[in-house]
């Protein structure tokens, strides 16, 4: 009896994992995220990356996905088409007006880096500033401080999916390199910005990567996907810690198809996934998930810890 007690806190939920699936709301369901496809394209446009050579960059971007695979219990992967122009962070609003466009018309997933700040480079009057439109980011390629993208965040990536299956249709990075210096810190240092402004591009692209496939912030401190800095010039990220390589060989399990759930209301799905259950299909409605890093100063004895 003593036994089985012990086994049955053990596989209580959040008790054994601190990995969270990031997932759709709605009215009266809930579904965490997965791709369909088990090797995921990318492209990367480095125009943006003005403290890096295009090629450091994309460097840089593929050690942070490359985290991610070759875990042992996963056959998720990655294929990086190689460079683009393309500016456009986000699923396409043409697509988002005709959903049942999706299964034909597929949006690239791009990597870009916002060199500018868009109060700099916008020219006044242009219709990128009306909210209805809200794309001056996309249009000239520069970093918003927008309600939804804080001042002081170093990227964000911005997953569209089905909001009933949580079946992912796009997913975009965005850095902002205007007010935040880039570099390898393995091997490189700032020279433009102060320690709280420098950041190690692939530590920060395996953070983001994570989103990229799914998941949200972990309440485990070594994880890639934990939401905050621990320490300057911080490489640690781009190693996947035991939580990181649970919540991908969770979610995308080598030889099967990748797990499902649904929840009621807003509850955070995470652990073992044993609420998971097969979705009823796909939906007309459509959710994009801003995710966001957050640098930001926190009382304490280290002042440069910062929340992702
Ligand atoms: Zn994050």
Redesign the pocket.
Known sequence: MRRALALALLLAPGAAHAFVRTHTTSADTSACLWWGPRILSFQINPDGAVDQTPEQAVHQVELGFSAWVDTGCSDLGFNDLGTTTELQVGYPHVLLAQPMLSGVVSSPHVIVFRGKACADVVTAGDDCLDPANDDCDNKYGCWADQANRSGDAL???LVTSEVLSGRILDADTAFDAADFEFRDLLTDVCVRQDLDHCADLANTMA??A??FIGL??SDTQDAT?Y?MVLAPNETAKRDLSQDDIDGVCSVYPTGKPASRCTAPGTAQVSGIGNSCQSATGGSLAWLAVA????PRRVAGRDPRRVL?
């Open positions: 990227a964000y990536t953070h983001e994570g989103h949200g912030h996907m939401a995710l966001l890093l957050r992702l």
